[in-house]
């Protein structure tokens, strides 16, 4: 239906020509806009000044809160991978996208426990987290071609709220089919022995298992641009993001792009999942959907369908989840700030959406669709 | 040429069946065999539960025949039987497999009892059993796609009729408590917990020779109606109204304080879909944080008539709802003056993530002295008219009742006004609206603010009706089953909310075993709808229209694609 225009958030229609005077152009929408842009930033200013005047949190808390917020991000910025993928390459938002990182680390919890139980787990750990790693990135992007090939690829050339309504479904679908076949209580993932402690760099204390998932998601984001930029099968992604049709007739199997760019985005949600529960140490069916919701959120912040944008929302929104709260918050002296932190996530979420839905790096690939 | 294995699968029969028996194994190791098997359709015959596998092999049998392509009758029966054991052969492989690995370990169901069930009671050795009574169901399925389609419906009634009352039975029987007629009925028609064998055999002839009657007669029947001239036709339509009226006021005396909560609930659940019906429906704004508005219906209302310590004024029901829908309608607009330039799939994302904001908001200490926090506002007192306390939910039924039926009539008349005919316009193409002098951020206003006062409306009814309200009561997962209802209905039909409240709230609180399961099989639901019949069970002739062009665009264009493919 509007493939022209993917985003659905072509240039204001509600801005008026330029000549019109200054006063014209505070209409009623403006104004509230404005307030809405002010009393964000003040809300960041005050709090802010009231946090750092008090003192209250010396150095080291801001470090830690820092290289947390690091490895949240880095998470996210895997799951976004596949939101921004799969936006460049058939505009549309796999709704879905976090349940997909969910049946992985679900999926290789079960692993997970049998080496932990077997004591493999603290033999040989590598070979071990990369057994687990493999296990939960099959199962994300098995989950992920099923879901391609079931919910998405009849609706390709229906109007548009339909393949979102679809993948609302799909969401519930695979939240509950998994609840239904795992069992509905949370579940703890094994710790790792020698990912117990925490190493000091250049002063700053890192806990290790978040050492490891930021070097695990840089390394993966790395192999992952060369993919997309260097492969074949990459450069065939990016010509059917520049135009599908255009692609088509140079010869590019696009079912098989398709495929390809769900089967990889899931791996890296995949691959995110068991960086997540070596962080959280627990998995449960409904743990994609507020990562999703986030991940998105980075995918949007970085401009949707840029993946170095996608990594850097990711690594940003993870920083401001974790110190804002304290940071922007408990100077207002607002009680239980932590409480809050996804409240400040979805207000990033639709303040991007609402002022800047071209996110910090623009949307290089699908700006062609226009 | 190669020949994929997507293809393979999808065109042999035992592909087929293999398919369906993979989501016969899904349903099994999900738990729905389990939990349905006490649900008793015909006393000593058969339950749901163990039933659900071999429905998936008549799938097969029937998909499997409808393959076939013109091939004689003993090929198309040769294909359902293969396609039946094929599935039936899937279920046996779970019970073999859950005979020599400890699949519980994984799969919480994978009970012992759940593989008694599969093999129908003989365990492990009884493996064999599941394949033959596929094999066969797979041939009935097979055989059904034979016959002619005016042949099919009345069987096809009638099994279902005896399905729908013998998952009710429940329910009927104690319906049919009271009274000679109605005890001798129900002696005729059930056992204790089901349908009688010789009460199912009457409900399936009298099920199938009305609509074996319909069919031959029914065109007919219909002709002659519109043969009457329009006046009349008026008068029977309004006839039909005033019956349909009377049946609702009576419903709640017949049905006794359990139905009508469950009415009350899909009254509630009806009130949510005509307002997010303005925006979904008629506007094409789709809005995923639509709970908040419930929320903020409720809320107002906890606060404005609380006898508690955080209520702040102790007013009437009566008083505090006019202002709860103001409240309501007065957030609609602000939280929609941020959205306006948002459209489509963001706009889905952005009023989530404001839904969640209210509800995290809600929940937080920080607001705590003032809603509650996780505790909610309590002692809520019921609506009373002077001095006639409503109570029980046969009271509130008539309340909400009367509340649907208001709110559905300003939602019609909002529909045939100018405002409703901006609403489609702009959901039909917003920059060709504009460009007709459609004001876009009056029109979206109203929108929002007046699905929204329809949810606090709502949202008020919530709050009375359990004399509380905590912020766990308003999770996304409403938003969600509104959107459902509203999808499976038909968007922008106002029956289609009804029906569509009907079957996705209705029915699910009646089978409490479906309860658990009521999430996956909205999300498949919606996934299926969007496939096979996207404009609902209740559409509008509008969009009907318009998802069928749509339809006819994408068909043309796939045998475009088909040809720049590579063969191979």
Do not use: C
Request: hydrophobic share 55%; net charge positive.
């Amino acid at each position: 239906m509007s493939r022209g225009d993917p985003l659905g958030s072509s240039p204001s229609h509600l801005e008026r020509p330029a000549r019109r005077s200054w006063v014209e152009k505070l209409e009623f929408v403006s104004l509230f806009l404005w307030a809405f842009r002010v009393a964000v930033i003040l809300v960041v200013i005050v709090g802010t000044y009231g946090t750092v005047s008090a003192g209250q949190y010396p150095g080291p808390v801001w470090a830690d809160l820092v290289v947390f917020g690091l490895a949240q991000g880095s998470v996210y910025a895997l799951i976004a991978l596949g939101y921004t993928m799969v936006y460049g390459v058939l505009g549309m938002i796999n709704f879905a996208h976090g349940e997909v990182f969910m049946s992985g680390a679900y999926t290789a919890y079960f692993v997970a426990d049998a080496l932990a139980r077997s004591g493999s787990l603290d033999r040989h750990p590598l070979w071990s987290l990369l057994v687990v790693a493999v296990v939960s990135m099959a199962t994300s992007t098995a989950v992920a071609v099923l879901l391609e090939r079931v919910a998405y690829r009849p609706l390709r050339h229906a109007p548009r709220l339909v393949p979102l309504i679809a993948a609302i479904g799909a969401s519930f679908f695979l939240q509950y089919a998994f609840r239904g076949l795992y069992g509905s209580g949370f579940k703890a993932y094994p710790e790792v022995a020698v990912l117990k402690g925490e190493w000091v760099l250049a002063g700053i204390r890192i806990l290790r298992t978040q050492a490891v998932v930021l070097v695990a998601s840089v390394l993966m984001m790395l192999g992952l641009y060369v993919f997309v930029m260097r492969s074949k099968v990459g450069t065939a992604m990016r010509a059917v993001s520049e135009d599908r049709e255009v692609a088509a007739l140079m010869g590019v199997d696009v079912n098989r792009v398709v495929v390809v760019t769900f089967a990889v985005g899931a791996a890296m949600a995949g691959a995110a999942g068991v960086l997540y529960a070596l962080v959280f140490k627990q998995v449960h069916f409904f743990m994609g959907f507020v990562p999703g919701i986030k991940a998105f959120t980075a995918a949007v912040l970085g401009g949707i369908g840029n993946i170095p944008g996608a990594m850097l929302g990711g690594l940003f929104l993870g920083i401001v989840e974790s110190v804002g709260p304290i940071l922007f918050l408990d100077g207002l002296g607002i009680v239980a700030p932590y409480q809050l932190k996804d409240v400040i996530a979805f207000t990033m979420l639709v303040m991007v959406l609402i002022f800047r839905p071209s996110g910090i790096l623009g949307e290089r690939l699908t700006v062609k669709k226009a | 040429m190669r020949v994929s294995a997507g293809r393979w699968l999808g065109d042999s029969p035992v592909g087929t069946g293999l398919i369906w028996g993979a989501v016969a194994v899904f349903v099994a190791l999900a738990g729905m065999v389990e939990a349905f098997a006490e649900r008793r359709i015909i006393a000593g015959v058969v339950a749901l539960g163990p039933a659900l596998p071999f429905l998936a092999a008549l799938g097969a049998g029937y998909h499997a025949a409808r393959r076939a392509g013109g091939r004689g009758a003993l090929a198309v029966l040769g294909r359902g039987v293969g396609a039946g054991a094929a599935t039936g052969l899937a279920v046996a492989g779970l019970v073999a497999a859950g005979g020599v690995l400890n699949l519980r370990a994984v799969f919480v169901n994978a009970s012992p009892a759940l593989f008694s069930l599969l093999s129908l009671g003989l365990g492990p050795a009884g493996g064999f059993l599941p394949i033959l009574v596929g094999a066969a169901v797979g041939m009935g399925g097979a055989a059904s796609s034979l016959v002619s389609d005016r042949a099919r419906r009345p069987v096809v009634t009638g099994l279902v009729a005896v399905l729908v009352i013998g998952l009710f039975q429940e329910m009927l029987q104690l319906m049919l408590a009271e009274g000679w007629i109605q005890s001798a009925l129900r002696e005729l028609l059930f056992a204790p917990d089901a349908l009688s064998r010789a009460g199912s055999v009457v409900v399936f002839f009298v099920a199938a020779g009305a609509s074996a009657a319909w069919t031959y007669r029914g065109e007919r029947v219909r002709q002659q109606l519109m043969r009457v001239p329009p006046p009349q036709r008026r008068l029977l339509k309004l006839l039909g109204l005033g019956v349909g009226l009377a049946v609702m006021l009576v419903v709640p005396l017949v049905a006794g304080p359990f139905l009508s909560h469950v009415l009350v609930l899909v009254g509630l659940y009806v009130l949510m879909g005509l307002g997010l019906n303005l925006e979904v429906g008629y506007a094409g704004l789709l809005d995923l944080g639509f709970v908040a508005f419930f929320a903020i219906g409720a809320y107002t209302v906890g606060l404005l008539t609380s006898t508690g310590g955080l209520g702040v004024a102790q007013l009437s029901f009566w008083a505090a709802v006019p202002i709860a829908v103001l409240v309501s309608l007065a957030a609609g607009v602000i939280l929609g003056v941020p959205v306006l330039r948002i459209r489509g799939d963001y706009l889905a994302i952005a009023t989530l993530g404001f839904g969640e904001i209210v509800r995290l908001l809600v929940l937080s200490d920080f607001l705590r002295p003032w809603l509650g926090g996780s505790q909610g506002l309590l002692t809520i007192p019921k609506p009373s008219i002077g001095g006639f306390e409503l109570r029980g939910p046969e009271h509130l039924f008539y309340l909400t009742l009367a509340s649907s039926a208001l709110v559905a009539f300003v939602a019609a008349r909002l529909r045939d006004s100018r405002l409703g005919r901006a609403w489609m316009a702009v959901r039909e193409d917003e920059d060709v609206a504009e460009a007709m002098g459609i004001n876009l951020v009056n029109v979206k206003l109203l929108a929002y603010g007046l699905g929204a006062a329809f949810a606090g409306v709502g949202g008020a009814i919530f709050a009375v009706m359990l004399g509380s309200v905590f912020p766990h009561s308003f999770q996304l997962l409403i938003s969600i089953n509104v959107l459902a209802l509203i999808i499976v209905g038909g968007m922008g039909s106002m029956p289609g909310v009804v029906v569509g409240s009907l079957f996705l709230v209705g029915l699910p609180e009646l089978l409490r075993e479906f309860a658990d399961f009521r999430f996956l099989v909205y999300g498949a639901a919606l996934v299926l709808m969007m496939q096979l019949r996207p404009e609902g069970l209740w559409p509008t002739a509008a969009i009907r229209r318009e998802l069928h062009a749509g339809e006819e665009m994408g068909a043309s264009r796939q045998g475009a694609w088909a040809t720049t493919r590579h063969p191979g």
